[in-house]
């Protein structure tokens, strides 16, 4: 029997369309997959043919394809949507939940955010150890994060309608964290599909509890990194995180180079082996931080292109797949070091 719920007063700040009862067995979980879709802003963009593609809708589409695929999992789907008050008075629930075990839908519902200014991610955290499944498995964890790029700082107005939010680097790396049930746990892989974080900085905030990050260090587009290659722990489940990483590198950038004309650059750093030079990243990027003439409203420049960037020292770990682009001052340039940083003012750069 399924339990269909609505609550619709006001003071709620959530409505459950969906929810399927407790099962008296166990479940077997043996992995979990967290998307959150930001789609509080423009994600409009033209594909090859000119049409116009709510960027984000498509990366629903695709979380909930794979979602039903995920027999041997439990996958979360966070769809943050704009939250305008009715007639300018009445609160709505604009925000969607998806939360499926083992393939099937067990909870549909709206919400929204009570707290206008509450910490990123903070409610959604909650709903996530509200619903989720409770297995005793050692399970695999995995959190996938699309919107615009998450900036180092401030991060005010990242949300169309919800301002006082704080989206940046420290909050969203605070915030992944509350969906670690214990201090134990780790994520297998996160995965940013975001303009430029691929960066020093956004590496040394995950380094402590991730294992895997897959990011583009420089624009990506208004494009989206493909996670359909989640399926290939149900077709080989001793597959490791950072082959599937790889996969959904492969498979984004080969889709990309029939699709833009613009530079393409993606990156999968394993942070175990990136901690091992820790110290020296975080030392290059204090130093470059002190620099009066970055442009932090630019979009990255490989950090290469850095005086003091060692190459060989950062190259460990990290794995880019990367294409220049077909025209400009840049066509020319054939590799990249896999880290984007903010470009220096020119001429003002004294190193």
Known sequence: MLIIGSFLSGCSTTSELFREPPKDEAVNVEYSVIYYIHADA??????????????????????LRVATEASSGQVFIFYQQSEKKFMGLFPRKKSKLYHFTNGELTTQLKYRHSDKGEDFLATEAMLYEQYRT???????????????????D????????????????????????????TDEQRFDLVVLSTCNNGTPVMADHLIPFTDILLASPQNLHLS???????DLMESDPGISSIQIAHSMADQTFQRM??????????????????????????DFTSKYEALDSLQYFSDNVDCNQVEFFNDQTFKKGVKTWYTPARFGRRSLTPSHSGWGCKPVIENEQDL
């Open 42 to 63: 423009d994600y409009l963009y033209h594909d090859a043919d000119g049409e116009p593609v709510q960027g984000n809708s498509q990366v629903l589409d695709t979380a």
């Open 134 to 152: 409770h297995s005793g498995n050692d399970q695999r964890n995995y959190f996938l994060y699309f919107g615009h790029e998450i900036p180092d």
């Open 154 to 181: 401030e991060g005010i107005n990242y949300h169309r309608t919800l301002p006082d939010i704080a989206v940046n680097t420290r909050s969203f790396s605070e915030g992944i964290q509350k969906f670690l049930v």
């Open 224 to 230: 989206h990194i493909d996670s359909k290659s989640l």
């Open 257 to 282: 180079q029939n699709e833009i004309q613009t530079a393409i650059t993606l990156t999968v750093y394993d942070l175990e082996m990136v901690q091992e030079y820790k110290n020296l990243l975080y």
